[in-house]
């Protein structure tokens, strides 16, 4: 039997050990087999951790995985300015707060910096970490939506690699709690075997493609004009699609309020 390379899985996941975390590492473990995937890439919030809490986060990652499911401890840092850089594969704990030491700090445990959710900053990241990153979160589905990337993150990781080409895409759940049967936006990445360092190896060489079967986007191209078109159009129907069950939920809201008054 041919021994399979290709591995698929979520990224940028919170257990319990996040301060906003709502499943026990076992509960996300249970999930992640009942939907097939072989790995998922923790990402605690650095608030909630320390040296001591980083090694029990350590330990049940490693008591959960086996020979087929990894689950990969990493830390979310919280930079100065509030800006998020999801350190990926990163048993470690720092209290470093610089991004540039972060990043440093991160690459040289072999994981991959990566800045998360660029919207939340309006986009406002500065370039001068773009030699020291590996990759930008150009689709982050708990703040853009599981059914098309953000075209402005595109953009911002198309401008960061004229000062780093080798900068990578990801795309991360950013999942706190578990509201649907499978997550949609999820990574099949090349590795030689399933463990945890193999699986952040492919991800650190960019030997990962980013699906939610509507969209396949590969780590080291930017998409072509078609597909950015697509991606537009899809984010435009999404959003309008937003306003519209806003608005109709205010419509309910009023016309609830309207009825009780009457009855009162």
């Known amino acids: 039997m041919t021994p399979r390379s290709v591995f698929t899985g979520i990224l940028h996941v919170h257990s319990n050990f996040s301060y906003d975390g709502v499943h026990s590492v076992d509960e996300l473990a249970a999930f992640g087999r ?39 401890p990493g830390i979310e840092f919280t ?88 900068l990578l895409a990801f795309a991360g759940q950013d999942l706190h709690r578990v509201t649907a049967r499978r997550c949609r936006v999820s990574l099949t990445v090349r590795a030689p075997r399933l463990t945890g360092d193999a699986i952040v190896g492919g991800l650190r060489n960019g030997d990962f493609v980013i699906s939610n079967g509507l969209f396949r986007l590969h780590a080291r191209r930017q998409p072509g004009p078609l597909t950015v078109r697509r991606i537009v159009a899809t984010r435009a129907m999404y959003h309008g699609a937003k306003r519209l069950r806003d608005a109709l939920g205010k419509s309910v809201y009023a016309a609830r309020g309207l009825i009780g008054a009457r009855t009162r």
């Not at 998922?40 to 490693?62: I, R």
């Not at 075209?151 to 401008?159: I, K, R, V």
Request: charged share 20%; glycine share 10%; net charge negative.
């Open 79 to 166: 930079c100065t300015g509030n800006l998020h850089v999801v350190g990926l594969g990163v048993p470690t704990y720092t209290a470093l707060t610089n991004p540039v030491s972060v990043a440093e700090f991160v690459r040289e445990r072999g994981g991959v910096p990566v800045v998360a959710h660029p919207s939340r900053y309006s986009y406002r990241i500065a370039s001068s970490l773009a030699p020291v990153l590996g990759g930008i979160e150009i689709w982050n589905a708990s703040y853009d939506g599981r059914f098309a990337p953000d075209n402005a993150s595109l953009s911002l990781l198309e401008e960061f690699r004229k000062r780093n080409e080798s």
């Open 34 to 72: 009942a939907c097939g995937y072989d790995f998922m890439a923790m990402s605690e919030h650095s608030d909630t951790l320390d040296q001591e809490t980083m090694g029990v986060y350590v330990q049940e990652c490693q008591r959960v995985s086996g020979g087929d499911f990894v689950m990969i």
